[in-house]
């Protein structure tokens, strides 16, 4: 059954022949889920934000059984950035509101969404037509909607793939920074074992679709 102290908990999971995760809590804070391409890293976060369901298990979120959850309010409190963000014909400024509407939320004002765009580094007008954005301002633009949004946990599926190491560092930094501030919690996938030790509280080894490990990384800061 699920843990108190837990934000997602996994008995009995499996999906298809790709996962298969019999027990596993992930708390709150910045958990990365750590292993190379095919190693049920992504399926385990469409997982977790109801993109897809299990083949059997129960995934809890708190202490709320996901399969009694209605998919669209929890992506509402579980919001996922994929690896290629989605982008949306237009201008800067229709890609930040667009979340918004289909929540029938109040867009920010311009000035809101002008400094978030400073935040994640992206030097751009909000008129500014997405479709002469690079693939590494398109991330950007997209992290900046998540932040705008202001979910309780980010799903983010490697976040700095479209970025160059420097820009990756900052960028992960703050949404690290970001989510601390504001009491949110971060499931980060990545393949990076650098991302893991600098960012992570704690990291989630996966290899053909099992847990392998999991480390607390504060406890080992503690004990070094």
Aim: aromatic share 4%.
């Amino acid at each position: 059954m699920a843990k108190n102290d837990a934000l997602f908990y996994l008995e009995g999971v499996r999906y298809q022949s790709i996962l298969d995760i019999p027990d596993l809590q992930i708390n709150p804070g910045v958990t990365v889920l750590l292993g190379a391409s095919g190693s049920g890293k992504t399926t385990l976060l469409k997982l977790l934000n109801k993109s897809i369901s299990p083949s059997s298990g129960t995934i809890w979120y708190g202490e709320m059984d996901l399969k009694k959850v209605p998919s669209v309010a929890h992506r509402r409190q579980v919001l996922m950035l994929s690896q290629q963000a989605a982008m949306f014909p237009g201008t800067i400024e229709d890609n930040l509101t667009v979340g918004f509407q289909f929540q029938e939320r109040p867009a920010p004002d311009a000035d809101t969404m002008q400094q978030m765009l400073a935040k994640v580094q992206l030097k751009k007008a909000l008129t500014e037509p997405v479709i002469n954005l690079s693939g590494g301002e398109k991330q950007r633009l997209a992290l900046a909607r998540v932040f705008l949004l202001d979910p309780a946990v980010y799903l983010l599926d490697e976040p700095s793939s479209a970025l160059d190491d420097d820009t990756a560092d900052a960028v992960i930094g703050l949404v690290v920074e970001q989510a601390r501030a504001t009491g949110r919690s971060i499931v980060m996938v990545t393949h990076s074992k650098a991302v893991a030790s600098k960012f992570a509280d704690e990291t989630v080894l996966m290899k053909d679709g099992r847990v392998v490990s999991r480390m607390n990384n504060r406890d080992q800061e503690a004990g070094s």
